[in-house]
């Protein structure tokens, strides 16, 4: 389903560009049913069908765009709390909050960590545990402005996602699903990703310990795969 989705950093990385670098437009109005008819603009993907059976987002005339909702991922290896910026990116909140309240992200697995020196994110969200799969619909980017420049980038086109950063994974322009990472170190990375929060100090500590115990041994890469220390996240649940 999601294939680029699942090695979108590691295209990045590479110096491929991997979608635009400027936040597109939101849809006008749909009335299909395909479509949600508020500004987000939810938009069901039927050749890619949800991995775990949820329905389309509320896509209210005003999305909420204030306030900092938390969210409590309680994994095997420790919890995670994450802070959520909804001005930041409205619509990608309203939907991460979907997800978990439906128990989208219940009993699932942290499918991918990267161990590059200059990309070291934990990349969940995919209950299929492939790396491929999503929620069967998708929605427009809402891209950072505010990351500071990548050092000694010739390009000048790289930007750092500061360790902490909480950011949606992708497969290009306007394909957010469900999928997202978690930056364990300051990460450098093309401004492609959507920045919807950030990690408490507590699950950065939970996200220390995966990170330390390194890449699970593939035939691939040794800094790129699922982590040794597999990190199952048993329940999502909002706390604030």
């Known amino acids: 389903m999601r294939i680029l989705q699942a090695v979108a950093l590691t295209v990045v990385l590479g110096g491929g560009l991997l979608g635009g670098g400027v936040a597109q437009a939101a849809p006008p109005p749909s009335?299909?049913?395909?479509?949600?008819?508020?500004?987000?603009?939810?938009?069901?993907?039927?050749?890619?069908?949800?991995?775990?059976?949820?329905?389309?987002?509320?896509?209210?005339?005003?999305?909420?765009?204030?306030?900092?909702?938390?969210?409590?991922?309680?994994?095997?290896q420790g919890p995670i709390p994450l802070v959520l910026d909804r001005a930041q990116a409205p619509c990608t909140v309203q939907s991460f909050l979907h997800l978990v309240q439906r128990k989208f992200y219940d009993e699932t697995t942290c499918h991918r960590l990267t161990a590059y020196p200059t990309l070291k994110v934990l990349q969940c969200g995919d209950p299929s545990?492939?790396?491929?799969?999503?929620p069967g619909y998708r929605y427009r980017d809402e891209l950072p402005t505010d990351l500071a420049p990548a050092p000694n980038?010739?390009?000048?086109?790289?930007?750092?996602?500061?360790?902490?950063?909480?950011?949606?994974?992708?497969?290009?322009?306007?394909?957010?699903?469900?999928?997202?990472?978690?930056?364990?170190?300051?990460?450098?990375?093309?401004?492609?990703?959507?920045?919807?929060?950030?990690?408490?100090?507590?699950?950065?500590?939970?996200?220390?310990?995966?990170?330390?115990?390194?890449?699970?041994?593939?035939?691939?890469?040794?800094?790129?795969?699922?982590?040794?220390?597999?990190?199952?996240?048993?329940?999502?649940?909002?706390?604030?």
């Open 153 to 240: 980038d010739p390009t000048g086109q790289r930007r750092v996602y500061p360790r902490g950063t909480l950011a949606m994974a992708n497969a290009g322009p306007d394909t957010n699903g469900s999928q997202f990472f978690l930056v364990t170190s300051d990460s450098v990375l093309r401004p492609n990703y959507t920045v919807f929060g950030r990690i408490t100090p507590e699950g950065l500590a939970t996200l220390d310990r995966v990170a330390a115990g390194g890449v699970a041994p593939n035939p691939d890469s040794a800094v790129d795969g699922r982590p040794a220390l597999t990190t199952d996240i048993a329940r999502a649940k909002r706390v604030g």
């Open 31 to 76: 009335s299909s049913p395909d479509v949600t008819r508020g500004p987000c603009a939810y938009e069901k993907t039927p050749d890619e069908p949800a991995a775990r059976p949820v329905r389309l987002p509320a896509d209210p005339r005003h999305t909420p765009d204030r306030g900092h909702p938390e969210v409590l991922l309680s994994t095997n």
């Open 129 to 134: 545990n492939t790396g491929e799969g999503g």
